[in-house]
């Protein structure tokens, strides 16, 4: 197996430099020329910039802004930072370990960094406080469902638990709060095909081999909403809010089903009402048992007026 470069630049706020591999067959002139080609959303005078500031570096140091174009070789820089909405709410540490951290994540905060979303992430975040720079996740949640996720504190070990969610031998539970319908009938099994396309936000279910299925339960029910558990068998994109949505009770707080919704990033009141509640697995490297149980619990089943009024119910 070929071993990764090591980045010749340190990390940045729990975060490596962008690594680009310069074409063999390329024909600019200049490095410079390439990188105004290669990164058409940043300005050329902000490459020169970095450039001049010797941000920009091969395996021998920082590069020239004349430094002749180099084909196969490769360049390192830190990408500039969005400017981003403080995340106004706390990562609780549910479990740690030498191999594991089992943590509760907060709604409306990222697991990873992506698009908009660098600083206020889970990842950097506990890369940072808790001062372990190569942590990495062993899965991800939606940056709008709260609850379990697990990262991998040693990165010998970082495989065999990755493997372990890619395989599906993670028993997950959910909770969840939506309307109350007494017609329908509770426990069922939902199977449906779901498909979810690049460019567009939404996922949608279509005719077909069904490629999702959902166990959706009604625990309890007060006032015209009801508390589910929901246990996914697959793992497709926005699969337990589509489904719920497809039963005609979607979830409270949800943008995206049934409508789709322009929330903006810093309002961070009546989160969608989803919880990753529950995690079991045989440990890969142990053999042991391992279980773990959210600390959170939903806002609009714990204040169940703050939502029938309007009042903010962020959590």
Not at 148 to 160: E, N, Q, S, T, Y
Not at 185 to 199: D, M, Q
Not at 204 to 220: C, I, M, R
């Amino acid at each position: 197996m070929r071993r990764r470069q090591k980045p010749p630049l340190p990390k940045r706020h729990g975060l490596d430099p962008a690594r680009l591999r310069l074409p063999e067959d390329g024909t600019w002139a200049t490095i410079r020329d390439h990188l105004v080609e290669r990164l058409p959303r940043v300005l050329p005078a902000r490459i020169d910039e970095m450039l001049t500031e010797g941000a920009i570096v091969d395996l021998d140091g920082p590069i020239a802004p004349d430094a002749p174009y180099v084909p196969g070789g490769a360049v390192w820089f830190h990408r500039d930072l969005p400017d981003e909405t403080p995340v106004p709410f706390e990562i609780t540490v549910v479990h740690r370990d030498d191999a594991l951290l089992v943590v509760d994540k907060p709604h409306f905060l990222s697991t990873i960094p992506r698009g908009q979303h660098i600083l206020e992430t889970a990842l950097v975040r506990l890369r940072r406080e808790l001062e372990l720079p190569d942590l990495i996740p062993a899965h991800r949640l939606d940056r709008t469902t709260a609850g379990l996720v697990l990262f991998v504190i040693d990165p010998a070990r970082r495989g065999a638990y990755q493997t372990l969610f890619h395989q599906r031998r993670v028993h997950k539970q959910y909770e969840a709060i939506a309307p109350y319908d007494p017609d329908l009938a509770l426990p069922r099994t939902v199977r449906s095909r779901i498909v979810k396309e690049r460019t567009i936000l939404r996922a949608f279910e279509t005719e077909g081999e069904p490629n999702a299925e959902t166990l959706v339960e009604l625990l309890e029910h007060r006032d015209g909403l009801g508390r589910y558990r929901l246990i996914p068998h697959t793992g497709r994109t926005h699969q337990l809010r589509l489904h719920m949505n497809g039963l005609g009770i979607p979830l409270l707080g949800d943008d995206f089903y049934p409508d789709l919704t322009d929330r903006p990033l810093g309002d961070f009141t009546r989160p969608l009402q989803l919880l990753a509640a529950r995690l079991a697995f045989t440990d890969p490297v142990s053999g042991a048992e391992r279980l773990f149980e959210t600390t959170r619990t939903l806002q609009a089943w714990t204040d169940h007026e703050g939502w029938a009024d309007g009042r903010p119910a962020a959590r």
